[in-house]
């Protein structure tokens, strides 16, 4: 029996302000992201309310994809890719967000990006929003706490989507919405909340009760584009998606269980489930109240909320960890937190590398919503050495592939209804936590350093080779 659903789409995901660069060209305005300086593992980025000329800012340059998408996608087509998820950068399109009418230029940008995936039977998976939105929104009206920033998304996202009807057939509304539930990390990058005291990117101030009712207008926002999509644009799909963080107990201690339980609804249901479910679930007031937060969803938001449920689950799984009740064991260094695995090796940027989580996930989601899901980001970030004659062995990339890839079938074969696969960063990406450049995931190698360095030319890595072979044979020939 095939493993994999004929139809199955087989691609890799990009995000705009990671991939594009071409930061103040065709008129495009100034993104939250562009004033994010690049990092390390161990030295996170700053974030400068002020431009400053002596900072570097990854975004501005990307990977030159705003000049090289055409060559990009032409790769992807060599590899057999069948979906292309990349986001809509929203200052091409409303450069501050509070213009009447659209910038033609940006408009004209993503329908040929949207064309050029056509030509090659590559069908286009659009993040609305992807960690991104105007400075001009942030700076002026506090980003998402501001309700009017719901109608300036709407306006954006309904411009974009009128444009691309008939062309692009999936959409997904906001990138890791849950990553809005992170106060230390989510206020800037997801909410675009900078809040007075804000370190760095790790270390935001957080103001909780403006926290989450940002994350409601989001919730809204995506609600009311969800039904108006459903009635303009029936042949369209759209999707929520989280950043799924699966947590194991690290011991059968009871009190590890009941936290990591605790977890679960914070991190991977309580926005999950009013996107999929269409209301807040019956624990979200014991969080408001945990947070301190008074939250009064009026009956007209509730209505708005139920009759914008997505089509489809999607999400990034890229590794899991372990809940303690012990403070001690829960200071792993790991970006989520939490306890190290004994059992599981990690990557340099100390990820654990967790295959069957993948498997374990995605029936924990499909035995709670029952809509088809979809894995929009999976991948290895890792430093690629290039030899003497300028090819790149990346087994070890292949190797994290091949597991995640069959840990899906078993899902599948579990009977969990997976619709497609999205690897993260198929060409070389500026990395979003660190702002790094060494750390890479892509099949495709960019010859670009941590400075800016380099030619910007793209070359085949072996896992190139590797997933082209994945590809054609629809997730059989993996060996
Ligand atoms: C996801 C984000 O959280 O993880 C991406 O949606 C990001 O934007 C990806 O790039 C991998 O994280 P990083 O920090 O290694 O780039």
Known sequence: MA????????????AANQYEGGWNEGGKGESCMDRATNGTHTEPRKIDMAYNPEHTYPAHTGVDGYHRY??????????????????????????????????EEGLAFYESMVDECLKYGIQPLITLS????????????DGWASRETIDLYLKYAKTLMRRLAGKCHYYLTFNEINVGLMGNMGNYMSLGIYNEGTVDMRHQADIPQKRFEALHHQFIASALLVAWAHKELPDVKMGCMQAFMLSYPLTPNPA??????????LMDWYCADVQCRGAYPYFAQKIWDDEGVTMQISDEDARILAEGKVDFYSHSYYQSNCTSANPQEESSGNLMGGAKNPYLKETAWEWPIDPTGLRVMLNLVYERYQIPIFVVENGLGQADVVNPDGTIDDDYRIEYLRDHVNAMADAIADGVDVIGYT?????????????????????????????????????????FWYYKRLIASNGEDVA
Request: charged share 30%; aromatic share 16%; glycine share 10%.
């Open 256 to 265: 590890d269980i009941e936290l990591v339980q605790e977890r679960r609804r």
């Open 70 to 103: 055409k060559e990009d996608i032409a790769l992807f087509a060599e590899m057999g890719f069948t979906v292309y998820r990349f986001s809509v950068n929203w200052t091409r399109i409303y450069p501050t967000g509070f213009e009447d009418e659209p910038n």
């Open 423 to 463: 690897w993260w960063g198929p060409i070389d990406i500026v990395s979003n936590a660190d702002g790094q450049m060494a750390k890479r995931y892509g099949f495709i190698y960019v010859d670009k350093d941590e400075h800016g360095n380099g030619t910007y030319n793209r070359s085949r890595k072996k896992s």
């Open 130 to 141: 992807h960690y991104e939105m105007p400075l001009a929104i942030c700076q002026k009206v």
């Open 3 to 14: 493993r994999f659903p004929e139809g199955f789409l087989w691609g890799g995901a990009t």
